[in-house]
């Protein structure tokens, strides 16, 4: 009895502090809690959600992070290399080297060379042609400028060069990650839309309906869609705007992307509808929309959080396919795969490799997005260790 009785007190104060910790981290943590300590912990997965996050600065601040207008071309500056920023150069904290060019009568290409002694002061927050921010406040700022604009209102700075158009390819990324990465967002979210409606309806009621909207997703899914695309894209009036293109082209991709979600909400609801909670809930009177989504659809609502993670890379892939294949958004929009059209002779890319500069941008997002869902995936799983 001693023995045990020392034992009890003993083991009280050696664990005190460590059960009260747990008791606090663990057992009086709520399911978001549990499910951003994990997330935390997932280095991999953490670090890419802060690069996602970098991009989605971009689409907040693309007209401020962009150094020249994105349609503003020139013939004289067409196939400009990109210009190195020199720092403490010339009395300058920041500048780049003039550049000249003339126009080889061999070639017909333009050949430039930097004239150093000559250098252009940078500096931050430097005026530039006019925007509206966030399509509210209109201002003429920018991340980065010319220093004296008085002397050359249109000397731009080119960090990325340019293209055969003259157009600035750095400024011309920062937009394409803008309309890229909304159109994925929005058709995630469309999807997101029609895979918890039709899985939810297909797991609640089963039987016939079920089985008509499961036979449903399956023809979809046989579809080829890159035939179907290009009917859809054949059928867009010619006298479209941009706005509507872009608006079709989300509606058309987040149509086919949605069945995967369906799916999978589908399998959750046919193993919890005869849970005790939905029975109790059915018994007190609950109605069928407040019993799926007031009680079954928020206790998995982070798998659909990771799903739809995975699916947005899969979103601007498609997007910046069907633009590469001249299926999607067409000039004078701006996208990645627009931009990619520009890089896919190989000869342009072996003699202009900045072309393909925006080819790392859409690398380094869809890694970020999908490392970023695999950790969400991981954070998301009730059975992994807190």
Known sequence: MVLSSLGKIFSKNDSAPESSDQANSVELA???????????????????????????VVVLMADFLSTAPPVDYAAARGYMPPQPVKFFHNGHFMSTCEVTGARNMETFLMEFEEDCDNSQGITFFAKGYEYKLWGLFTTNRHILG????????????????????????????????????????????????????????????????????????????????????????????????????????????SSFAWTDLARVIRGRFLAMKDEDFVTAARLNGAKTMRIVFVHMLPSFYSHIIAQASLSLPLMIVTETSLSFLGLGLRPPAVSYGVLLKDAQNVQSVASFPWLFIPAIAVILVILALNFMGDGIRDAADPYQEV
């Open 30 to 56: 709520t399911q978001r809690q549990l499910i951003w300590r994990r997330f935390k912990r997932h280095r991999l997965g953490f670090s890419a959600s802060i690069v996602v996050l970098l991009f989605y």
């Open 146 to 253: 010319m220093k004296d604009e008085t002397k050359d209102p249109n000397a731009w700075i080119h960090l990325f060069g340019t293209d055969k158009q003259g157009r600035d390819v750095y400024s011309r990324t920062m937009h394409a990650t803008r309309v890229s990465l909304t159109i994925g967002l929005v058709g995630v979210a469309l999807s997101i839309v029609f895979g918890i409606f039709i899985g939810a309806i297909s797991g609640y009621y089963g039987g016939i309906i079920d089985s008509i909207l499961q036979r449903l997703i399956e023809i979809i899914r046989s579809v080829p869609t890159i035939p179907l695309y290009m009917g859809l894209s054949s059928a867009f009036p010619e006298d479209w705007t941009i706005n509507q293109i872009y608006f079709m082209i989300t509606i058309i991709i």
